[in-house]
């Protein structure tokens, strides 16, 4: 057990330092550096940058040296826990991604709570009463929850929102609540705003989990153990939820791997569209201004988080599956 | 006559006499368009200038009178300058408090406060966007030759932490900032004219003079503009540039090298989280991230831009009162809220969430604009822009990378052809909902700079027949069987990329249109949507065979020429070599064989040390050329798709029916946001 943990351990961090270096080349590959993207942002404002700026702007970030220098600075200030200035915020990284990292958790758990809570029933109850018209109904909602992109469904439910309840286009936060302090009427606005993002967000994954639920019951419902458990008078729903439900439960355990990175950027569309304060619309501005150090700590960050995800998916996949734990031993 | 124009803002008497005939007709430029209700009269506030007008007793906001009696704030009359500026808002005098709502993009949309704390400038165009009036400096006056301007500053004037303002701060720009190497790099052109760099030299405590060897009559202009040297400092020292012309020398010099040493400063910074001195003092100079700096604009930042919300409240110290001695702004409070995406703020807007918004809304959306003004209780305003053309494509004159393509780019009358094949009432009907106006690329009639209104439709109106005649008498009279016209050298269909951007306007959709267009001349333009840094280093490398952008900001053409004349190699679309050259006096780059080119160069360069009416005559000269010779093919403009989309809250008052939305008159800058108010 030890030695698979070690070999683990030591695998992940080699992982690490792949994705750190892949993410820094992947973002350096676009033409341009951040001081291109800043003068044609200047020059879309209508302001000016004379060439000799650009030159000082590039001595200023260090960008007119080789990519390997500016790759050594970047990961040697990383190991100390100095994630560098963001230069298109201005201000060191984790300032900027801070609060927006707990807003992304916050929308994501929400979500993903939305999600289970939808998705295991519906499963159970399509798998168990197959063929009924609640199940086809779930089916056909299902589908059409897959197919419709949720940056659509999104901006519908926005301009839904806004003609007919006149309520807050966008955002955690109404206007007024904004800039006041942390309270419970604060609080309580954040409890009004957050159902929207959370179940837009959360529909894709209902339909994909409800499917694959139901389609591991009816394989688990068909096995002879069930049979030889209803044929020894247990009650049904006994039957159903102590040993197939939790045989079905599997792919819902390995899910756990891409949570994790999810938690911080599944939301990017979304998140962009309803305005919210998260971590997916930074990542993307930043890529597109070429914001290096901002772009690369949340692509490392996402890095980090997957292998951290795997990891911990094969850890709960033990606990929750005795014939896994039982084949290491 | 001359003595009178030389002291022209003597005592704020600022009128530019070659253009008041200017400024009245500009009130009406609006044509057909002022029957929809949308496009009203040119106004704004007025600088009171006579003495007998002046108000003697100063009266405040209700929570500064409060601070003040906290002894907390010294009374109004002493944080304002023995001679504050006296403005005549609009309609009436407003009452004090309320925040006004609006929405920024992100920490690099810096410009959306700078504009509105424009009156930071020494002197500022007014609401017509063609008088110079005074701002911080009382009077400016040039003398006979034009190569000394002496600056008078408000005595008693102080900085928004209640410092006095003073020629200090200009001796320290000047002295410790601008020719600091390690901050500028190098000098800019605006303080060299004819390529010697000029002087800002302190006389007295108010007095201040910028000294140059050659003559510089467009000083004035310059600084009145939106340049390095004249765009105050919000706009002047945000983000990483160190320009303007003056800056707080009683707090930035604490980040200075000079006023410590090198090893003091640098610790300091590392303890704040900066890389070195440089990188903190670019943070610490930027109104837009510091609360702290000391500014002399109608409001200061207290939340920094790079949070979800960018907040602005009133500097107690600004030097502006209006008729009734009340001291400005009337608005206690900006509070923009950050928008991840366009979409968002159109909505938000339409939705009543911001007070007054120009900036970002899409006239795409006019139709569900329009329809929502009872339900957001909100007036719509179009304001109606003075550059020709919106949508403009310039040719890359100094192509040379495929020898056919660039001989075509080279011949004037396949340029012209081109022009004549564009059918700009389809693209103003589709894309301007008929709002522009159709024609070349020359400013509005209107404009001081215009060449005459022949020059609007001169090569610039459909005439497939016309254009098909050029084309066959140039040589390009083999077709494919698609109908479109063959290369002279190998036989091939002749291509052309046409470069273009999602930027403003949706210009791909609009160049797909004109492509279309020139189907039915047998010219085959194949649009390519780049992403906008591509773009911008495709053209830097002299690659591209045509460039879609704005011509924006070429209403006056010596404030900022790049839109219309290959001089800037930051944005050369119209020829990146020639522009090296220009710009390094010809020690790099290549300089241009086109005759009409050639005379335009040496026209411009003449131009800074020539008097306002002649300078106006030499930029007709520049425009008949440029539009004779078909540069850049003009589609649509004067419209409102730049920022004169206005939607205005109906419980503000002092709100101009139509505003001047140009670049030199830092929309909405000139229409002096500081007399906003809330009626309710």
């Given amino acids: 057990m030890i030695s698979f943990f070690v070999r683990r351990l030591l695998l992940a961090i080699l992982t690490m330092w792949v994705v750190s270096v892949l993410s820094y080349v992947i973002i350096q590959l676009p033409p341009g550096d951040f001081v291109d993207t800043y003068i044609s942002q200047q020059s879309a404002s209508g302001s000016t940058v004379s060439a000799a700026e650009a030159q000082s702007l590039r001595e200023l970030y260090g960008l007119d040296q080789p990519v390997w220098i500016q790759y050594g600075k970047w990961i040697t200030r990383i190991l100390t826990g100095d994630f560098g200035e963001s230069m298109e915020w201005r201000q060191p990284v984790k300032d900027v991604i801070g609060d927006r990292l707990w807003f992304t958790v916050l929308i994501s758990v929400a979500a993903l709570l939305v999600t289970w809570g939808l998705a295991l029933p519906i499963g159970i109850y399509s798998a168990v009463r197959q063929y009924s018209f609640g199940d086809y109904a779930f ?73 694959i639920m139901r389609a591991n019951l009816l394989d688990e419902l068909r096995r002879p153990y069930v049979v030889t458990a209803r044929a020894k008078g247990l009650p049904e729903r006994w039957v159903v939820l102590k040993y197939p439900v939790r045989a079905a439960l599997n792919p819902f355990a390995s899910t756990v791997a891409y949570l994790f990175p999810y938690l911080v950027s599944g939301s990017v569309i979304i998140s962009i569209v309803l305005s919210l304060p998260t971590v997916g619309p930074l990542l993307v501005r930043s890529l597109i201004s070429q914001d290096m150090f901002l772009a690369g700590t949340i692509v490392l960050l996402l890095g980090v988080l997957t292998v951290i995800g795997t990891f911990i998916s094969d850890l709960v996949l033990m606990w929750v599956d005795p014939r896994i734990r039982h084949q290491m031993d | 006559m001359t003595t009178s124009r030389r002291q022209f803002l003597t005592h704020s008497t600022a009128v530019l006499a070659s253009t008041v005939a200017a400024a009245e007709a500009l009130a009406q430029g609006a044509g057909g368009l002022t029957a929809s209700g949308l496009v009203g009269r040119l106004e704004g506030s007025e600088v009171v200038t006579d003495p007998a007008r002046m108000p003697r007793t100063f009266k405040e906001a209700p929570e500064l009178a409060q601070l003040v009696q906290q002894g907390r704030l010294p009374p109004v009359a002493q944080r304002l300058p023995e001679e504050p500026l006296v403005l005549k808002p609009l309609n009436e005098v407003g009452r004090y408090g309320g925040t006004w709502r609006r929405g920024f993009v992100g920490p690099g949309d810096g410009e959306n406060g700078n504009r509105i704390n424009a009156s930071d400038k020494l002197i500022f165009w007014d609401y017509t966007g063609a008088r110079i009036i005074p701002s911080i400096a009382k009077s400016v006056v040039m003398s006979d030759d034009g190569k000394v301007t002496r600056v008078t500053l408000r005595k008693g004037m102080k900085w928004s932490d209640g410092a006095p303002f003073t020629a200090d701060d200009f001796e320290f720009w000047f002295e410790d900032i601008y020719s600091n190497r390690n901050i500028v790099p190098t000098g800019i052109a605006d303080l060299s004219p004819g390529g010697r760099p000029g002087r800002i030299v302190k006389i007295d405590e108010v007095t201040v003079e910028f000294q140059f060897e050659n003559p510089y009559f467009l000083l004035m202009d310059m600084l009145a503009g939106d340049t390095l040297i ?162 403009t494509i310039h040719f890359n004159m100094s192509y040379t990378a495929d020898a056919e393509i660039a001989k075509w780019i080279n011949n004037v009358d396949f340029r012209r052809a081109l022009s004549l094949g564009i059918d700009r009432n389809q693209m103003n009907e589709t894309f301007w909902l008929g709002l522009g106006t159709p024609g070349s690329t020359c400013p509005a009639e209107s404009m001081p700079q215009n060449p005459g209104p022949e020059w609007r439709a001169k090569w610039s109106t459909l005439d497939v027949a016309q254009a098909n005649r050029m084309l066959d008498a140039i040589g390009l009279t083999r077709k494919d069987s698609e109908g479109f016209r063959l290369r002279t050298d190998n036989g091939q269909r002749l291509r052309f990329q046409v470069q273009t951007v999602r930027a403003f306007l949706p210009w791909p959709q609009q160049l797909e249109m004109v492509a279309q267009h020139w189907r039915r001349i047998g010219i085959f333009a194949e649009v390519r949507e780049m992403e906008r840094v591509l773009a911008f280093t495709r053209t830097n490398n002299n690659e591209h065979h045509m460039h879609v952008w704005t011509n924006g900001g070429t209403e006056l053409l010596y404030l900022f020429p790049r839109h219309a004349i290959p001089v800037d190699p930051v944005e050369a679309f119209m020829g990146p070599e020639f522009a090296k050259w220009y710009a390094s006096n010809g020690s790099l780059g290549r300089e241009p064989t086109d005759a009409g080119l050639k005379r335009i160069f040496e026209l411009f360069r003449s131009a800074a040390g020539q008097r306002d009416e002649q300078r106006n005559n030499t930029a007709k000269e520049i425009w008949k050329i440029l539009v004779d010779n078909v540069y850049s093919i003009g589609t649509v403009g004067q419209s409102p798709a730049l920022m004169g989309v206005r939607l205005a809250s109906r419980r503000m ?9 140009a670049q030199h008159c830092r929309t909405p800058g000139s229409s002096r946001p500081e007399t906003f108010y809330y009626k309710s």
Wanted: aromatic share 12%; glycine share 8%.
């Fill in chain 1, 139 to 211: 089916t056909l909602i299902g589908f059409v929850g897959l197919a419709v992109p949720n940056f659509l469904l999104a901006l519908i439910i926005m301009y839904l929102s806004f003609r007919y309840l006149g309520a807050n286009a966008g955002g955690l936060f109404s206007a007024e609540f904004e800039l006041a302090p942390w309270s419970w009427a604060k609080l309580w606005d954040l409890i009004k705003h957050l159902p929207l993002p959370s179940v837009i967000l959360a529909l894709g994954g209902t339909a994909q989990l409800i499917r």
């Fill in chain 2, 653 to 661: 008052g002092n709100i101009p029916s139509r505003a001047c939305i």
């Fill in chain 2, 230 to 391: 004249g765009g105050g400092m919000s706009v002047g020292m945000y983000q990483q540039r160190s320009f303007g012309c003056y800056a707080p020398k009683h707090y930035l010099k604490q980040f200075l090298p000079k006023y410590s040493s090198e090893e003091q400063v640098n610790a300091r910074a590392r303890a704040e989280g900066f890389e070195g001195w440089l990188r903190m003092l670019h943070n610490k100079k930027d109104w837009n991230l510091n609360p702290e700096l000391p500014v002399l604009g109608p409001w200061r930042t207290v939340r920094p831009i790079n949070t979800p919300t960018w907040v602005l409240e009133r500097n107690p110290f600004y030097y502006t009162v209006d008729t009734d001695g009340n001291q400005l702004p009337y608005i206690n409070q900006i509070v923009m809220t950050l928008a991840e995406d366009l979409e968002v703020l159109n909505l938000r807007a339409m939705a009543g969430q911001y007070d007054m918004q120009e900036r970002h809304i899409d006239l795409a959306k006019l139709p569900v604009i329009l329809e929502n003004r009872d339900r957001g209780n909100y007036d719509l305003h179009l304001d109606l822009a003075y550059n020709g053309s919106d949508t």
